[in-house]
């Protein structure tokens, strides 16, 4: 799993900016092209002196090893049970995969990325419903997760969506959906983002597991309320926090500006930490179902946590930062009295906190 890791540092790309740059060099020998994967912190170079169709294929060749990886992961943390052939979480990433690229061949053919995280979302809802009614759909446990699950991915798709119709594009894709490989690319790698976010809710879901026995009574029970509490936790502060900067963003005496009032005055990400901090609740509200390897889907809340605070998310967020009011003194002492991503609890805030 580590192998795996390294290895998704040089992609992920989930719904976070990747920015993709085209290099042509000229010599009196040759004309070569340079294409060069960047985001913040890392890069893939390809070199200058291959030719576009084997960069092209190189890309498909990595995006289908990230899937077959994710895929051998949800087989080893499946429970003992087969579903078309695979084990049951193996067969429900294969899914996820297959989404993902039926989603690639429409939106290749419409040239549009505005669908892009709505299919996420529904993919995130897909397969958790479909893993309820695989295990046991009475359980009250069970269910629970599913809701929680469901409210995220609705709240998050439907914000986003919006939000991209409301400006007419996805500006992360201007540049990745004119190549089918580059936009099959970030396709795919939606679906390792759904497979491993969601990986510690769906050990929970499927038969075989803990589900439906943890709540009646003892630690489990305890451990499961105190799960949810916190995803609850987080989600509220996501939702509060997204709130916060699309009302600042509409307002036209804010063009040009930063936010730092509500729950921005206490930490410069909160709608990051809130996200963080409820796929950790699910985590460990899903946690008295696992057993043996099945302790591998705690990687799902380190997942996230890396995506958002070493990968994407914040290094990208602090990059334009700094391009746009770095000379800003204003700027530079928010930065230095706001923590980074966990919310400052004493001291005064600014503004409102809704």
């Not at 895929?71 to 429970?79: D, K, L, V």
Request: some cysteine.
């Amino acid at each position: 799993m580590a192998g795996c890791f390294v290895w998704l540092n040089h992609l992920a790309l989930g719904l976070m900016p990747l920015h993709y740059r085209i290099g042509v060099s000229t010599s009196s020998v040759r004309r070569s092209v340079e294409w060069t994967i960047f985001y913040p912190g890392s890069c893939v170079n390809f070199p200058a002196t291959q030719s576009p169709v084997r960069v092209a294929m190189k890309s498909i060749i990595l995006a289908l090893v990230a899937a077959a990886l994710t895929i051998g992961f949800g087989a080893t943390i499946s429970p003992g049970r087969f579903f078309m052939g695979l084990p049951v979480i193996a067969s429900l990433f294969l899914g996820v995969f297959l989404v993902q690229w039926v989603g690639f061949a429409i939106a290749w053919l419409l040239r549009t990325e505005r669908y892009y995280d709505l299919t996420g979302s529904l993919t995130y809802i897909a397969v958790v419903t479909l893993a309820w009614f695989m295990g046991d759909a009475q359980a009250q446990g069970a269910t629970l997760l599913l809701i929680a699950v469901s409210v995220w991915a609705v709240r998050l798709g439907s914000f986003l969506f919006l939000r991209v119709i409301e400006v007419g594009e996805d500006q992360r894709f201007r540049h990745i959906k004119v190549s089918a490989p580059r936009f099959f690319m970030a396709w795919t790698l939606q679906g390792v983002w759904v497979s491993f976010t969601v990986s510690a809710v769906l050990v929970a879901l499927l038969p075989g597991n803990a589900a439906s026995d943890f709540l009646p009574a003892g630690l489990s029970r305890a451990v499961f309320v105190a799960g949810c509490s916190l995803a609850m936790s987080g989600l509220i502060i996501e939702v509060i926090a997204d709130h916060q900067k699309a009302r600042f963003r509409k307002n036209l005496d804010n063009k040009g500006r930063f936010i730092q009032t509500g729950l921005w005055s206490r930490c410069r990400h909160p709608n990051y930490f809130g996200e963080i901090v409820f796929w950790f609740g699910l985590a460990l509200a899903a946690s008295p179902a696992m057993s043996g390897a099945q302790h591998l889907a705690w990687l799902s809340p380190l997942f996230v946590h890396l995506l958002l605070t070493r990968l994407s998310g914040i290094p990208t967020l602090v990059k334009r930062g700094q391009q746009l009011w770095g000379d800003d003194p204003e700027y530079q002492a928010y930065l230095a009295r706001t923590p980074r991503l966990v919310p400052r609890l004493i001291g005064a805030g600014q503004g409102s906190a809704l």
